[in-house]
RNA sequence: GUGCCCAUAGCUCAGCUGGUAGAGCAACGGACUCUUAAUCCGUGGGUCGCGGGUUCGACUCCCGCUGGGCACACCA
């Protein structure tokens, strides 16, 4: 099966983006060569034998002689001497020289190649291992095999890709060009495998619910809005899991999780993008103390399954998670900055009056419960470094958390901020029915106020929590910001394979 | 959404107060049997993001648009 010529020249065309000339400049010698490629559509790779790079490179450490390989990656950089040449093929986890010999292969064979194989093609090759002059474990190739031509020129080897629109449109390249890339990507991976492993190890159930709700409560966001034709009602993206979890604590599974997407329709920063990835997690008869230390358990064990250190560095930031978290109460660090007392910032009149003086924007037209929050924003947050728990948020605050056992006007509810950013959120669940419902009118009534992202009331988790949910306690992480913290990331897209972007036109 | 900045060869980037575009790498041809940013000789490659305007003349100045980045706003 030859490659025809046309494609060199036709497809690329058709794209509408490249013209003749670069084409040429692409791969400008294939058309001379159409004849010889005759493996590339329809020979396969014997995988039997077939090993990636570190497997490779683990099997020589065992054993140091001359051991027969065969391995397959992108071929990355060439070097031509003549009667032999080297390069180096790559996988995801690293890569490893090859050197080709006229001897070996023979003058009609060594020439084909040469004249076939480009940079940037997969290819296959066997032979046997060997330690160059300088000590570089290479392969010594007995054969080797084109299994897919690189038509496009790989992005420049010593700079690598760094146009970060092209990064992100083209992750691919990234993931190709940039070693960086594809380690964060890999802790990413590592990271989400260590938080199964611990809860699975508590005794929690994985479970998925429904992405396509009818009612999209949970949190306080603006919903994607899409339609379902069959049933002809309009549909939401989930903005978050917690009302159905809750619901099957109260059918029983006293231990559930969830890992997946939500979709908030935001703007989007260096900290949001509108699908992001969540964990949340409930347990029966555990309170918001109980959560603290599994979280901080947590924390340890995803840093160490990870990075293996618990001291890290982000955004220029050191931060220690080997010492207990400190917790702070929201009122008192409230207090320490402002000065003034709970009783003070629950008077709605003095709370505007406050925000006001002290600049946050629009603080005259907000509701109370974002007064707080702003002010907890300007106050609090900004000031956090260290692993740290909020505990004990205002009530009106927080309309699915259970009011605190020691103060009506408080939930018990912490947040983990860590370098100014919010990294965990749970609480104590409110389980009365009676309670719950009251709590979603005042919703309704910040609705009716103009706060377009108040919850919805949800009547199916009404009746559940009406069949008795036990004492339970849960928790929400943005993976993608611990992945940032992991990563030493300052944009949420470089831990997103594939960032939300506005399309290209054309 | 608002403000500021950015867009030049496949990639990374130069290009002064307006005079018709350059380098390195890559590509293509050639030389070279332990190279590794290989080296050496040679060649080609551009709708300067898109569309208007000013001008004898625009990559350069002005306006609009598109895409991106940063900050703010928004967003637990």
Redesign the pocket.
Known sequence: MNIPVEIQVVIPQEKGKL?P??I??????LD?IDQKLTLVADEVFDGEKGDDVSTVKEKYDKDPNREKVSVAGRLI????????A?G?IQDADGKI?I?M???ILGEDRYKEIM?II??GDIVGVRGEL?R???G?L?VEVHDIELLAKSL???????????????R?RHRYLDLIANKKARDIFKIRSKAIKSLREFLDSRGFMEVETPILQSVASG???RPFITHHNALDIDMFLRIAPELYLKMLVVGGFNRVYEIGRNF?N??I????NPEFTMVEFYAAYLDYNDLMELTEELMRKILLDTVGTLNITWEGQELDFSKPFRRVRFFDALKDKTGKEKDFFLNEDNARRFAVEVGI??AESLTHS?LL?KLF?HFIEEDLIQPTFVIDFPKV???LAKTHREDPDLVERF?LIINKQ?IA?AYTELNEPDEQRERFFQQLRERELGDE?AMEIDENFLMALEYGLPPTAGEGIGIDRLVMMLTDS??I?EVILF?T?????E
């Open positions: 013209s000339n670069t040429v400049s692409f791969r400008g010698h001379r950089s060439f070097r031509d001497q003549g009667k032999a080297f180096h020289q050197y010999k006229m001897d004249e480009d940079v060997f160059t002059m300088t570089e290479t496009r020129v790989l992005p420049e080897k010593w700079h690598g890709l760094k146009d970060v629109e092209q992100y949190a306080i966001a908030r935001e703007g920063d260096s900290t949001h924007p629009k974002k929050d924003e605050l927080s309309p947040e919010e959120n992202e300052s944009s897209r960032p972007l506005r399309p290209e036109k």
